[in-house]
């Protein structure tokens, strides 16, 4: 009995799982200042969410003077287990990965590549 009860105080004294941590880009719909929350229009997140618009908890009240409404983004999300917080944003530059190529860059390329076969 007492072996068991050493184990159950064990394990009520573990510190909780670390949050899982996952990254989107996307654009910056709203900042909604008074619910410490931010829009997204995100691309789709792997093994978490589909392309969609989502509002956000932020972690730190701070975070929303960093989100511009039509800012192009990257965002940290951490999943606790009571909760989804955005944790951080960076404005993406249009080279960076995640942006989708303009409709004229992509005519571009394949003006540029029209002369090669394709690669398999």
């Known amino acids: ?5 050493s184990l159950l105080v064990g394990l009520a004294c ?3 799982p670390p949050p899982d941590v996952f990254i989107g880009y996307g654009e910056v719909k709203q900042v ?20 969609k618009t989502s509002s956000f908890a932020l972690r730190a009240p701070a975070l929303a003077d960093a989100c511009v409404p039509g800012q192009r983004v990257r965002f940290t999300l951490e999943r606790t287990s009571q ?14 990965p995640g942006r989708r190529p ?8 394949a003006r540029r590549d029209a002369g090669h076969e394709p690669i398999p």
Do not use: K
Request: charged share 20%; no cysteine.
């Open 102 to 109: 303009a409709r004229s860059e992509t005519a571009g390329d």
């Open 32 to 51: 909604v200042r008074h619910d410490q929350r931010v829009v997204i229009a995100h691309e789709a997140i792997p093994d978490f969410f589909p392309a």
């Open 14 to 16: 573990q510190p909780p």
């Open 1 to 5: 009995m007492a072996s068991l009860l």
């Open 83 to 96: 909760t989804l917080y955005l944790v951080a944003v960076q404005n993406v530059s249009p080279a960076e």
